[in-house]
């Protein structure tokens, strides 16, 4: 059982940065691949970022790749998603995920969910 708890998002402007935080919980919460999905608005869910277990490895949608970093803090049990270069259409509702896996990509379907934060980038 793992629970996830998304934070940071808010309104920026195009162009400008921001940094979503997800704080872990749970049993063994930090053996898995944490990753980051965004849904905007008539969209289905799409896989924005994954990282492994030991943060030794990520995968980033080439949509974002450049832009977005995520990492993580298995101290803190802490993801983080840092996006720079915002753009509108990256406007949505950030989820954190939580996989079975200790490594993932954006074919792997993640396991836990968290309740989501909203990004809105204005132009």
């Known amino acids: 059982q793992v629970q996830l708890v998304e934070s940071g998002g808010g309104l920026v402007q195009a162009g400008g940065s921001l940094r979503l935080s997800c704080a872990a919980s749970?049993?063994?919460?930090?053996?898995?691949?944490m990753g980051w999905f965004r849904q905007a608005p008539g969209n289905e869910r799409g896989f924005v970022a994954a990282?492994?277990?030991?943060?030794?490895?990520?995968y980033y949608d080439d949509s974002v790749k450049g832009r977005f970093t995520i990492s993580r803090d298995n101290a803190k049990n802490t993801v983080y998603l840092q996006m720079s270069s915002l753009k509108p259409e990256d406007t949505a509702v950030y989820y954190c995920?939580?996989?079975?896996?200790?490594?993932?990509?954006?074919?792997?379907?993640?396991?836990?969910w968290g309740q989501g934060t909203q990004v809105t980038v204005s132009s």
């Open positions: 749970g049993r063994t919460s930090s053996s898995y691949a």
């Open positions: 990282i492994s277990w030991s943060g030794d490895s990520t």
């Open positions: 995920t939580a996989y079975t896996l200790r490594y993932a990509s954006s074919t792997d379907s993640p396991r836990y």
